[in-house]
């Protein structure tokens, strides 16, 4: 480490060894295919470290990697950097706290990019503190100004974003931070795709459950993440201990709307329901807590159903779980 001007920076030897440590991490992850991905690092207020074009982020070794300027000048290094590379300068320009950036494409948050569904359901705390709310920054050519100019918007709000038909980008305080944060929107995408479309439900956690969330974001000294749409009503605030617990409601549709209606739209990943309003769902579907359906109906349908329910909810998870790895 050595400080400038009251900011402490990795020297070059820490920062191409951690390159080497996260590329070969990502790589094997399956978060890059290929020759995909970059990672950059600052070894000064102007100055970062980088990963070449045309090589596996899994087999790189320290005399491939590029030291530049913020203004894309090479300043050593015999290779290339990659084209992608402007977008990891322009985060730079426009947020002179972040320190490192990471890009890649991992398989669930890149397909909620292309399927252009943010990760802000409020579903899950830890992604509420430690990422927040990812938005997709609209298409852009990959290797223009369009990618840079594309991201950022959203680069002293955000602490990453998904890139429409493309992938994942992080920044943060340091380069692990940067890479942790890359981990964090692939394993919030999976659990939004395992409850949003394979169990079918998702229980969204209420305002004053997501601004207690917030308010502990805050003393931890993280300043940006957005904020979620959240339910009116509290999430998930009884225990469940047997089966009769849970309402049945499988099968149906795989996008159900949650058991308390959020305050605003989830973006395509649950079809939901302003309080007040009625359900845009029929009767035979998910009651899903919608004041619509009589509770003797809803309870008289849960008793009967529910051991079958049981059975089919088993057997279709088992079957869409098994059908992602096929
Ligand atoms: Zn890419």
Same mark, same amino acid.
């Given at each position: 480490m050595m400080t400038v001007q009251g900011v402490k920076y990795m020297s070059d030897f820490e920062a191409k060894k951690a390159i080497l440590d996260i590329g070969k991490r990502m790589y094997d992850k399956g978060f890059v295919a290929s020759n995909d991905g970059n990672i950059s690092c600052k070894v000064g207020p102007n100055t970062i470290w980088t990963t070449p074009t045309g090589v596996s982020k899994g087999f790189?070794?320290? $005399?491939?990697l590029v030291k530049m300027d913020l203004n894309g000048r090479v300043l050593m290094g015999n290779s290339k950097p990659s084209s992608e590379v402007k977008m990891h300068l322009r985060v730079y320009q426009e947020n002179p706290d972040v320190q490192a950036v990471t890009h890649a494409h991992p398989l669930v948050a890149t397909s909620f990019a292309i399927a252009g569904i943010s990760l802000d359901a409020a579903v899950l705390t830890e992604a509420v503190l430690g990422l927040g709310s990812i938005p997709i920054a609209k298409y852009a050519t990959p290797g223009t100004e369009e990618v840079p100019d594309s991201i950022a918007p959203f680069v002293n709000t955000h602490n990453g974003v998904l890139l429409a038909n493309h992938g994942a980008l992080t920044w943060g305080k340091d380069i692990f931070q940067a890479f942790y944060r890359l981990e964090s929107i692939e394993y919030y995408a999976t659990i939004l795709m395992y409850t949003g479309n394979i169990i079918g439900r998702q229980n969204v956690l209420s305002c004053d459950q997501v601004n207690k969330l917030l308010d502990i974001r805050q003393k931890l000294g993280i300043t940006a993440g957005g904020i979620p749409p959240c339910s009116l009503q509290e999430t998930n605030?009884? $225990?469940?201990?047997?089966?009769? $617990?849970?309402?049945?409601?499988?099968?149906?549709?795989?996008i159900q709307a949650p058991l308390n209606p959020p305050v605003h739209e989830l973006k395509g990943v649950t079809p939901l329901v302003k309080p007040g309003q009625s359900s845009p769902?029929?009767?035979?579907?998910?009651?899903?807590?919608?004041?619509?359906?009589?509770k003797e109906t809803a309870e008289k349908k849960d008793t009967e159903h529910l051991s079958k329910a049981k059975d089919e909810i088993i057997a279709e998870v088992v079957r869409r779980v098994m059908g992602q790895f096929n």
């Open positions: 790189m070794k320290q $005399d491939m605030m009884r $225990d469940v201990i047997t089966s009769s $617990d849970i309402r049945p409601s499988w099968p149906a549709s795989p769902l029929k009767e035979g579907g998910c009651s899903c807590g919608i004041s619509s359906i009589p």
